[in-house]
């Protein structure tokens, strides 16, 4: 049995490398014809002096490449600007599709062998590695060594891994024709999904995502098998990530819809009400736009506080959200690194309510401009003071790079619980008008803090239980790993009448001994 | 403003100590020699198992006590001058109080076998013991385990946990069987054999045996056999610490002796926790208890005394928990190893063999009198209240759902247990579950 794991081990390691390597796989030549059938009709007149140099040159990687192409377009754009001739300046972009057009080599000829090689290899190598602890373990908590070991406790595997997923996620927000070689690897799944279809990095992105989601959705399942309320909400990210999150809107594409997905919502969702996107949706063909853009708003403005009174926020948080869907099966291994200190919990709620504020600020602007057809409001302009920096700093920085990247080093919340400004709406509901609260069971509590440990939102768990007291924490999100933990039965999530909620701070022992606040 | 000193940083020391906080501005110092900060004691096994970092298992983040004006002095008391109410350090210092608090806890026994002090012979209580078990497990083979209580199979967990081999000396039928009754205990030891652990029963350690250079080799056991080891944990229960007493006046049999309100025979000395023998009955109570939650009990209610309002250490029904590997046990009221004579009981165990339900209620009365729970969480409060209101076993019985603490999407068995109940008792009036 150890065998088998340690080969599936190397399998799947075996696969990660060849899909890390595959970046520097091929050469890249600009032919005549690509440069013509690419580049549009008024810009190649302008663009080829530029890119004289380039054409039916071949280069051995894509960082020269697409460098090279990029300062060639630089060099007309400058030029143009000198000149003062701004309608002659471009801005479309296109480094990356020109590299991905140009690229030749194995990943262009075998790209399905690759693409069954990696993945393939990769799901039954991590398999090989999940599947054979239902035979070597019995089922229960089984955090042996968790804090001995180099990749679960800050260790060089943990930082080697924080490393590479950070540098992941600045190649893909940020300089996507390096990353091409992935694109087209992932082509043959696009085009079988969507024929007409080309695969782009957020397709990539997606992909991987959904991939992370399942295959380590599979090991949370085995890991927490003993425990239903972690074998069915596992199940369900898992199934809102593949099908709603990432097939669905693929396939809606592919019938001539807008792209849509139905489990996303504002302010998550921060680009919702931006002009495009209300247009995509409203001007659409038919009514299946229109519809969309209903369930949106209808999906925050009556969906949270309904099935946050009802359930909780976990409903979204930990059943049905793409980050949550992540950081609950890939992001398991590291929910011990959040911080538990009560500065910690101070700056969460500075951050996220300032990421609230902003979000809602912005959108406020965004819909004046809609509505008011104009691009600034009190004479400043929204995409360059608002929209622009909000993506930047907080879609792609705090989401992406810190929100995952930094999953190995800060656990696997740390946008959840510093950032997401739909987390934090969801929370001021769950806080103060909601059902929902962790129960703590009489005096039986023993200090032990695995709850805390264990909470990926950072929460002191323990000082709650030690006193026997209910937890109402707006951060919470009901992962329920509190409970499984607890080795003497203390926690327990639980739904009931809203009166004392809270509960007071009681803790079952000696008669007439009663606890003050 | 009134000087009280506490000594002993664990539990019960740090309940008192916030408790007075809670009420008073008086000068607080808590003295200790173990740790620095107060820690969870209970946790020291995930410690060791990789479960969890020391700091983790601190409950109150470094600054709690400054902030809280809760002196916190690092040194062991060598001795106790009761005429001068002073105290004398090992660093020298005198630390002198109004009020003393002793909450000194309890340290491993050792019954004077042949070896016990060799090197890799050890318990497990302290923190130096959890680092004394990191030097002694360095790269061995085989442990074995003397007396099967908690700690032992703790002790067990642990070492598993580092591969090393395990075997488990209990003096009983079955693992803590005198405490749990035989259907219980067999069905742990069932489990236990199970975690590969070998488990002999009805045997006692003999001797341990040197390698020649202080260290152990093997030991010997009861039916003379053998067996090689390289560490042994001695877990065959712990004794109130109170050594250090000797001279001071303050009254002590096998632990420090107290009335009801937790008071030594010197006025001004109160002891709580596992080094307290109390001189007063409490029905179905042992007199010396060594556990968290009677620690945190006696310091809730020594705190309210010294504060003004004295009050009797009466403790409600009875309450433990623990986790034998991956079974969690609760148990409420009284259920002995033995059923006394009055005593009717009704066992329930499931297919699985890790769930099991022990009830007990007095044949005359039908008083339910107390549960034991393997694999099935139950509401501390429920059971709190059907035993203070002398709750019939048929009114537990219909009722306990209601006393369900297990995870939602949990499998629901009282169906099952009332069944079988009323199959075993098909004479008694039918259930219906509320």
Redesign the interface.
């Known amino acids: 049995m150890q065998l088998i794991r340690i080969i599936g081990l190397n399998l799947f390691l075996a696969a990660l490398f060849l899909f890390l390597s595959l970046l520097f796989f091929s050469d890249y030549t600009l032919t005549k014809e690509i440069f013509q059938s690419k580049v549009k009709q008024e810009h190649q007149q302008r663009l080829l002096p530029a890119f004289e140099n380039i054409i039916d040159k071949t280069y051995p990687n894509t960082f020269v490449f697409a460098n090279e192409i990029k300062n060639s377009i630089e060099e007309h754009n400058s030029a143009a600007r000198n000149q003062q001739q701004w309608d002659q300046v471009i801005y479309d972009d296109y480094v990356g599709t020109l590299t991905k057009a140009s690229t030749q080599g194995i990943v262009v000829d075998y790209t399905l062998l690759l693409f069954l090689l990696i993945f393939g290899g990769g799901t039954l190598g991590a398999l090989l590695f999940i599947l054979p602890k239902i035979g070597i373990e019995?089922?229960?908590?089984k955090?042996?060594?968790?804090?001995?070991?180099a990749l679960n406790?800050r260790g060089w595997i943990g930082i080697l891994l924080g490393t590479l997923l950070i540098s992941f996620y600045i190649l893909l927000y940020f300089y996507d024709a390096y990353v091409t070689n992935w694109i087209i690897l992932v082509e043959p799944l696009k085009k079988l999904i969507n024929p007409n279809g080309d695969s782009s990095q957020w397709f990539l992105y997606g992909f991987l995502y959904t991939f992370a989601v399942i295959v380590m959705g599979i090991r949370m399942l085995i890991k927490y098998r003993?425990?239903?309320?972690q074998?069915?909400r596992t199940a369900s990210v898992m199934f809102f990530q593949l099908a709603i999150a990432f097939l669905l809107p693929e396939i809606l594409v592919r019938i001539n819809q807008p792209y849509f997905d139905f489990k996303n919502m504002w302010p998550l969702d921060y680009d919702f009400f931006d002009a495009w996107h209300i247009n995509m949706l409203t001007q659409s063909d038919g009514s299946v736009g229109l519809f969309m853009f209903v369930w949106g708003i209808t999906l925050f403005v009556v969906g949270v506080p309904v099935f946050v009174y009802f359930f909780g926020k976990r409903w979204y948080c930990s059943w049905v959200c793409g980050c949550g869907g992540l950081a609950e099966t890939a992001g398991d291994s590291f929910r011990?690194l959040s911080d538990k200190?009560?500065k910690a919990w101070k700056v969460e709620r500075w951050l996220i309510h300032a990421v609230l504020i902003f979000a809602v600020v912005m959108t406020g602007a965004v819909l004046y401009n809609f509505i008011t057809g104009t691009n600034s409001i009190f004479g400043i302009d929204t995409y360059t003071y608002l929209r622009k920096p909000y993506g930047f700093f907080v879609g792609a920085i705090f989401s992406g790079v810190v929100g995952t990247g930094f999953y190995p080093l800060m656990g696997n919340r740390v946008w959840c619980r510093f950032g997401c400004p739909l987390a934090a709406y969801l929370g001021f509901v769950q806080r103060f008008k909601s059902r929902f609260r962790i129960?703590t069971?009489?005096?039986?509590c023993?200090?032990?803090?695995?709850c805390?440990?264990y909470c990926e939102m950072g929460i002191d768990v323990?000082?709650y239980a030690?006193r026997g007291q209910n937890i109402v924490r707006s951060s919470c999100v009901g992962c329920?790993v509190c409970?499984?933990?607890c080795?003497?039965?203390v926690l327990?999530?639980e739904v009931k009448e809203e009166e004392d909620r809270f509960g007071k701070p009681i803790?079952?022992?000696?008669?007439?001994?009663s606890?003050?606040k | 403003m009134s000087n009280i000193v506490i000594i002993g940083n664990g539990i019960a020391g740090v309940t008192v100590a916030r408790h007075i906080r809670k009420r008073s501005s008086d000068n607080i110092t808590i003295i200790s020699s173990e740790t620095e900060y107060f820690f969870s004691r209970t946790a020291l096994m995930y410690v060791y198992m990789g479960h969890m970092k020391f700091d983790n298992t601190k409950p109150y983040e470094d600054w709690f006590w400054k902030k809280n004006k809760i002196d916190l002095v690092y040194d062991h008391v060598n001795a106790v001058d009761t005429q001068n109410d002073t105290l004398l350090c090992r660093s020298g210092k005198k630390i002198t109080y109004d009020t003393l608090i002793l909450a000194t806890g309890s340290q491993p026994n050792k019954f004077g076998w042949p070896g016990q002090d060799l090197e890799g012979v050890q318990g497990l209580y302290s923190y130096q013991d959890l680092q004394l078990m990191e030097q002694n497990s360095k790269g061995i083979k085989k442990a074995v385990i003397v007396g099967g209580g908690l700690i032992g199979i703790e002790m067990a967990e642990m070492l598993l946990s580092r591969n090393i081999e395990v075997t488990f000396l209990v003096r009983e039928k079955e693992f803590w069987s005198n405490v749990l009754p035989v259907q219980e205990a067999k069905l742990i030891s069932d489990y236990v054999r199970s975690h590969h652990i070998d488990l002999k029963l009805e045997t006692e350690l003999l001797s341990i045996e040197d390698n020649g250079e202080g260290k152990v080799k093997s030991i010997i056991t009861s039916k003379n056999e053998s067996i090689d080891c390289q560490l042994v944990g001695l877990t065959v229960g712990v004794s109130p610490s109170i050594g250090f007493l000797k001279d001071s006046g303050i009254k002590t049999n096998r632990g420090i002796l107290v009335n009801e309100f937790l008071q030594t025979n010197i006025g001004n000395v109160y002891a709580i926790g596992d080094c307290v023998e109390r001189t007063y009955e409490l029905s179905g109570r042992r007199n010396i208890e060594q556990v968290w939650y009677t620690g945190r009990m006696m310091g809730e209610v020594v705190a309210q005394t010294i504060c003004g309002s004295p009050t009797r250490y009466e403790p409600g029904p009875w309450f433990n928990s623990a986790k034998f590997f991956d079974i969690e046990y609760q148990t409420y009221g009284n259920v002995g190893a033995q059923l006394n004579a009055n005593e009717s009981e009704f066992y329930w165990e499931h297919s699985s063999k890790k769930k099991a339900m022990h009830f007990i209620w007095d044949t005359a009365s039908q008083v339910f009198v107390g549960i034991n729970s393997f694999g099935i969480r139950l509401r501390h409060e429920k059971f709190d209240q059907w035993l203070r209101g002398k709750q019939s076993i048929s009114y537990v019985l219909e009722h306990l759902p209601e006393a369900n603490f297990d995870p939602e999407f949990s499998h629901k068995h009282e169906p099952e247990i009332t069944q079988a109940f009323e199959k075993q008792f098909p004479h008694s009036p039918s259930l219906s579950l509320k």
């Open positions: 019995v089922p229960g908590i955090n042996n060594n968790i804090f001995h070991d406790n003993h425990s239903n309320y074998m069915v011990q200190s009560l129960t069971n009489g005096g039986q023993i200090s032990c803090g695995n805390s440990t323990r000082w030690q329920g409970s499984s933990v080795p003497r039965g327990n999530l803790l079952i022992g000696n008669n007439g001994i606890l003050q």
